[in-house]
């Protein structure tokens, strides 16, 4: 069974912070990474699609690195916002979708 | 673009009794749905992949006779859970993916359907 693990699982921190969290996932067979966020009530949002080793993503404020040698991926949020209070998803494409658990992140005013 | 619905957002039903959701892609065409569902402080976990006018495929462990998949078109997929028990409350969510031929195609999801059992 494909293990993809996130962490931490929930994490509080003040607005104007910088942060960063994980997602694990097995180092065999790649085909992409997917990060997602999903705020309550609403859809999941694709936030990038990561297919290649040392892969660099920015959107905006957040960005992504991938290391599929080792097995890893880091989103980082520069300058956390208020509205930025949301759970980020990474999937490992196995070829279907096969999700961690998730890091809920609260930004704090 | 690529945007899904899902219907109802939140149902309360009695046991026995069957469910429909129905998954909707507004603005795009999706030959391929799929089905997952979300226990409490769990991962999405795959149930079924929903194909238009052929049979749904099931991941393991996922009673085909009990959550009952129907893609008649090109924008709608159901799930009806059939004859529910508290144990089949959960949080049901699909996706379709955008972009028919990509390679890693993303997949757009609805916003999710909360069923409780009593």
Sequence with gaps: ?109 | GAVVSQHPSRVICKSGTSVKIECRSLDFQATTMFWYRQFPKQSLMLMATSNEGSKATYEQGVEKDKFLINHASLTLSTLTVTSAHPEDSSFYICSAPGLAGARYNEQFFGPGTRLTVL
């Design chain 1, 1 to 109: 069974i494909l293990n993809v693990e996130q962490s931490p699982q929930s994490l509080h921190v003040q607005e104007g912070d910088s942060t960063n969290f994980t997602c694990s996932f097995p180092s065999s067979n790649f085909y992409a990474l997917h990060w997602y966020r999903w705020e309550t009530a609403k859809s999941p949002e694709a936030l990038f699609v990561m297919t290649l080793n040392g892969d660099e993503k920015k959107k905006g404020r957040i960005s992504a690195t991938l290391n599929t040698k080792e097995g890893y991926s880091y989103l980082y949020i520069k300058g956390s916002q208020p509205e930025d209070s949301a759970t980020y998803l990474c999937a490992f494409r196995d070829p279907k979708l096969i999700f961690g658990q998730g890091t809920t992140l609260q930004v704090k005013p």
